[in-house]
């Protein structure tokens, strides 16, 4: 079975930067579609961002312009760059495997980014 591990959330003020990274225990096909996600106690989950095997992505509207997504499939890992930080970025951040081919997918356990003023 698949793992993933998040990592490189933390405590940064507002207007600060991270780098999130998500590592799988093994190679995920490069057809699979990879996400993050991020959820607060009072909040459904919420898709942040994604990343095709082919490059294509897309982002919540509200973090358009200031987060990035990218991938790294020999290095079976796919990271976030949060820039421009705001208060509300405040979650924890889900890292998301989706196959192409069915409903199989992965998730990670989460880590989490907090933004102070």
């Known amino acids: 079975q698949v793992q993933l591990v998040e990592s490189g959330g933390g405590l940064v003020h507002r207007g600060g930067s991270l780098r999130l990274t998500c590592v799988a225990s093994?190679?995920?096909?490069?057809?699979?579609?990879m996400e993050w996600y991020r959820q607060t106690p009072g909040s459904q989950r919420e898709r942040v961002a994604s990343i095709t095997g082919g490059g294509y992505t897309d982002y919540l509207d509200s973090v358009k312009g200031r987060f990035i997504i990218s991938r790294d499939d020999a290095k079976n890992t796919v990271y976030l760059q949060l820039n421009s930080l705001k208060s509300e970025d405040t979650a924890v951040y889900y890292c998301?495997?989706?196959?192409?081919?069915?409903?199989?997918?992965?998730w990670g356990q989460g880590t989490q980014v907090t933004v102070s003023s």
């Open positions: 093994e190679a995920i096909p490069t057809p699979y579609t």
């Open positions: 998301h495997a989706q196959s192409p081919w069915s409903n199989r997918n992965y």
